[in-house]
């Protein structure tokens, strides 16, 4: 099936640095979720992507879907403690596979006070 | 979340034994599924329900079976547990397709150690 790939794997910043993750495929997504997850906790959502060139904002982060619906990545503007964790980009299957949420293997952040 | 629950949160078990996680929903969604989370691997999909006794396989579902007799409990099943099922489990449930613009509610977790 469809894989999107994530890099980087670790990104390891000093507090108040910015931060970028990027989530890529091979072919055209017909939509993008980000989601968070927290050191020793679950996924959580953070906002869904369908349109080419779609840009959305949450306060300090920053999303955007490519031109081409082939990318997407998610930036955080001078990063705090609070936004340790592990990031994952996700494709929802619509197709015959009843809408299975397909993940890329996630970006870890830490954050150095 | 509010809404979805798994249990148990933990769990050690011996290789060979059978053991059944749950994940109980009270958001009447129609969608349910199961997911094992490894180092290196993220999140893989186990087994899906699409409604009541309607289920599917996913990417690593030798070994796991499911089942769905109501629409709030989903079940998954390990038949003889081995090592390399020693997992963080995750369950989750997402509203109908006609609401394409909400994620995927995840439960806590369940951390399964097969010893």
């Known amino acids: 099936g469809q894989q999107v790939m994530q890099i980087p794997q670790y990104q390891h910043v000093q507090e108040g640095e910015d931060f970028t993750t990027y989530c890529n495929s091979s072919t055209t997504l017909s939509n993008i979720q980000w989601y968070k997850q927290r050191p020793g906790g679950h996924p959580v959502f953070l906002i869904q992507?369908?349109?080419?060139?779609e840009v959305k904002k949450q306060k300090r982060l920053t999303f955007q879907f490519g031109e081409a619906k082939k990318n997407s990545s998610l930036h955080i503007t001078a990063t705090q403690t609070t936004d340790v964790g592990t990031y994952f980009c996700a494709w929802v299957d619509y197709g015959g596979s009843q809408g299975n949420l397909i993940f890329g293997k996630g970006t870890k952040l830490s954050v150095k006070p | 979340d509010a809404g979805i629950t798994q249990s148990p949160r933990h769990k050690v078990t011996e290789t060979g034994t059978p053991v059944t996680l749950r994940c109980h929903q009270t958001?009447?969604?129609?969608?349910m599924y199961w997911y094992r989370q490894d180092p290196g691997h993220g999140l893989r999909l186990i087994h899906y329900?699409?409604?009541?006794?309607?289920?599917d396989k996913g990417e690593v579902s030798d070994g796991y079976s499911v089942s769905r007799s109501k629409t709030e409990d989903f079940l998954l099943t390990l038949e003889s547990a081995t090592s390399s099922q020693t997992s963080v489990y995750f369950c989750?449930?997402?509203?109908?397709?006609?609401?394409?613009?909400?994620?995927?509610?995840f439960g806590s977790g369940t951390r399964l150690t097969v010893v």
């Open positions: 329900s699409y409604g009541v006794k309607d289920t």
């Open positions: 992507l369908v349109k080419s060139g």
């Open positions: 958001e009447n969604h129609r969608y």
């Open positions: 989750a449930i997402r509203p109908g397709q006609q609401m394409v613009n909400y994620g995927y509610t």
